[in-house]
């Protein structure tokens, strides 16, 4: 079993929609989560980042971690054809060494 | 500021040979990271610099790699001899103390 899945999709939304990408993990030790945006031939670039439980809000996006249900999850509002990349969550747990990163969800916004 | 920066952005060698990849972190970040991924898979850690001493080594596949950091500066990751299993990219990323982790752009490494 993996310590993280993530549906790699590829999900497709319209212009305008909400978008939920979520992962569930395994090791209750992770206390850091990530979640990171990747546009084609690029490098990771963090989104958000949240310790333990509860939620975080920048802007358009929020990400949600449940430590009990071992789930986190990524909400981005009003979705823009500029979002279209692979989000990947990521987590640790020691602060960012040694991150696990799920597989990453491909995302398409239509114009 | 320059972001973190690896060279080659491709390299296509044959089974067997070595070759080097290297990474200049962001001016003054002590801590300095490789992760690779594999065709269909995640990415995976691979090794932990901090300055100059290999902090954690653990993801490291096998002794065909090698990584140093001399000077604490730029980093070199070396795959002596190259297998067709090690075709991907390989990230160099890098960090001031506990704050946000940089990615640079990647290698991208074709054994063929």
């Known amino acids: 079993q993996k310590e993280v899945e993530q549906d790699p999709g590829p999900l497709s939304v319209p212009e305008g929609a909400i978008v939920s990408l979520n992962c569930t993990y395994s090791n209750s030790a992770f206390q850091y989560f990530m979640w990171y945006r990747q546009y084609s031939r690029k490098g990771p670039e963090l989104l958000m980042y949240t310790y333990s439980s509860g939620n975080k809000e920048d802007g358009r996006f929020t990400a949600q971690v449940d430590k009990s249900s071992k789930y986190i999850s990524l909400f981005i509002r009003d979705s823009q054809p500029s979002d279209s990349a692979t989000y990947l969550c990521?987590?640790?747990?020691?602060?960012?060494?040694?991150?696990?990163f799920g597989a990453g969800t491909r995302l398409f916004v239509k114009a | 500021e320059a972001g973190v920066t690896q060279f080659p952005s491709h390299s296509v060698i044959e089974k067997g040979q070595t070759v080097t990849l290297r990474c200049d972190p962001i001016s003054g970040h002590d801590n300095l990271y490789w992760y690779r991924r594999v065709m269909g898979k995640e990415i995976k850690f691979l090794l932990h610099?901090?300055?100059?001493?290999?902090?954690?080594e653990s993801g490291m596949p096998n002794n065909r790699f090698l990584a140093e950091r001399t000077g604490g500066t730029y980093s070199t990751l070396k795959v002596q001899p190259a297998e067709l299993e090690d075709s991907g990219v390989y990230f160099c990323a890098s960090q001031f103390g506990g704050n946000t982790i940089y990615f640079g752009e990647g290698s991208w490494l074709t054994v063929v």
């Open positions: 990521a987590m640790s747990e020691t602060g960012g060494f040694k991150t696990i």
């Open positions: 610099f901090v300055k100059e001493s290999k902090q954690d």
